[in-house]
């Protein structure tokens, strides 16, 4: 279950709590991306890129650089293996070890996403029914359960 809250792009107030952990009080920024087709061609397609500052707390910031650096590291260490040990066992562990760590911190991160909706206003998605009441109170919006569908 998800919830979307929407809120203008302009003044955007965000909880004093961190939105990951939804414990300690935010004292870093992440930046989240978020991608949104816009026009759909023959041949191509266009599409318009947001970028948010979110808060985050040290604790979760750490973590989500750490979880990036390891994935990669893992992946790299795969590619470096000698050609004669790229068979062996070794090969294959990193590079899905690595791959798996990516994909957890695409998860995790994607505990609150920013959609940008027509009008340059942002629709913030969350699992987290505590944190989109919050983040709704902060900002006088209302909240209520998020359907993909409904964005069309
Ligand atoms: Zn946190």
Request: proline share 6%; glycine share 4%; aromatic share 14%.
């Amino acid at each position: 279950m998800a919830f979307g809250v929407p809120i203008r792009s302009s003044s955007v107030r965000f909880p004093a709590i961190c939105p990951f952990c939804e414990a300690r009080k935010t004292t870093r920024w992440i930046r989240r991306r978020h991608s949104r087709l816009t026009g759909y061609y023959l041949f191509y397609f266009t599409y318009s890129t947001a970028k948010l500052q979110f808060p985050i707390c040290t604790v979760c910031r750490s973590k989500a650089l750490s979880l990036l650096w390891a994935g990669i590291a893992m992946v790299v260490t795969a590619a470096l293996i000698p050609g004669e040990w790229k068979l062996a066992v070794e090969a294959p562990f990193f590079v899905l070890a690595g791959l798996a760590l990516l994909a957890y911190r695409v998860w995790w991160l994607s505990k609150v996403i920013p959609i940008v909706l027509g009008n340059g206003d942002f629709l913030i998605v969350t699992r987290s029914l505590d944190y989109a009441r919050q983040l709704a109170t902060a900002n006088d919006a209302t909240f209520e359960p998020f359907m993909p569908a409904t964005l069309t």
